[in-house]
T-cell receptor, first 114, second 117 residues
Framework: DQQVKQNSPSLSVQEGRISILNCDYTNSMFDYFLWYKKYPAEGPTFLISISSIKDKNEDGRFTVFLNKSAKHLSLHIVPSQPGDSAVYFCAALTGGTSYGKLTFGQGTILTVHP | NAGVTQTPKFQVLKTGQSMTLQCAQDMNHEYMSWYRQDPGMGLRLIHYSVGAGITDQGEVPNGYNVSRSTTEDFPLRLLSAAPSQTSVYFC????????????????FGNGTRLTVT
């Protein structure tokens, strides 16, 4: 049973436009959410996170939105750049000391065209 | 600063063979873990450790063993390789942090691509 789902396997956008990556979850015990970015032949790298007590967190061009009632989060990248082309993974944590026990989504391949 | 180092980068095994995937980190992180990445499945937790001498199972532990004799190293052993273990394996580490470690995202190595024939 996939507790974190990224239903779009891929997304293609034009440079300068907005990229919106979506993620849904089913476990109401999740209270911390993260986005990781992965280039080919490299490990995932942390991008941005959000606590369940917030509904938005912003870091430069990256903003994550959380809708707890809908169990949905999204990552917005504005403006998109060709270097943003990568696989993006949504991940979630439950409370307490589960700091490393992330549950990941399947990933979305983002391609930004010049 | 090397971060998390995984060796080898690539490995081909025959069914039934055993091997050890190596993972070392130089950041003095208490927490280390192993994930496998399969197409359409994301990353799934195999085993993890919260400190030297302490290990526990993750979501998909069958067929794998781990031990943690030092803070720096966390090897993953495949006891008898099966084609279903063909995957990309990632080691990751983090500080335990405070408040449950929410401010300590995982640092990943670059992975080991394993093929079992």
């Amino acid at each position: 049973d996939q507790q974190v789902k990224q239903n779009s396997p891929s997304l293609s956008v034009q440079e300068g436009r907005i990229s919106i990556l979506n993620c849904d979850y089913t476990n109401s015990m999740f209270d911390y959410f993260l986005w990781y970015k992965k280039y080919p032949a490299e490990g995932p790298t942390f991008l941005i996170s959000i606590s369940s007590i917030k509904d938005k967190n912003e870091d430069g061009r990256f903003t994550v939105f959380l809708n707890k009632s809908a169990k949905h989060l999204s990552l917005h990248i504005v403006p998109s750049q060709p270097g943003d082309s990568a696989v993006y993974f949504c991940a979630a944590l439950t409370g307490g000391t589960s700091y490393g026990k992330l549950t990941f989504g399947q990933g979305t391949i983002l391609t930004v065209h010049p | 600063n090397a971060g998390v180092t995984q060796t080898p980068k690539f490995q081909v095994l025959k069914t039934g063979q055993s091997m050890t995937l190596q993972c070392a980190q130089d950041m003095n992180h208490e927490y280390m873990s192993w994930y496998r990445q399969d197409p359409g499945m994301g990353l799934r937790l195999i085993h993890y450790s919260v400190g030297a001498g302490i290990t526990d199972q993750g979501e998909v532990p069958n067929g794998y063993n781990v031990s943690r004799s030092t803070t720096e190293d966390f090897p993953l052993r495949l006891l008898s390789a099966a084609p279903s273990q063909t995957s990309v394996y990632f080691c990751a580490s983090t500080l335990k942090g405070t408040g449950g470690g929410y401010n300590s995202p995982l640092h990943f190595g670059n992975g080991t691509r394993l093929t079992v024939t």
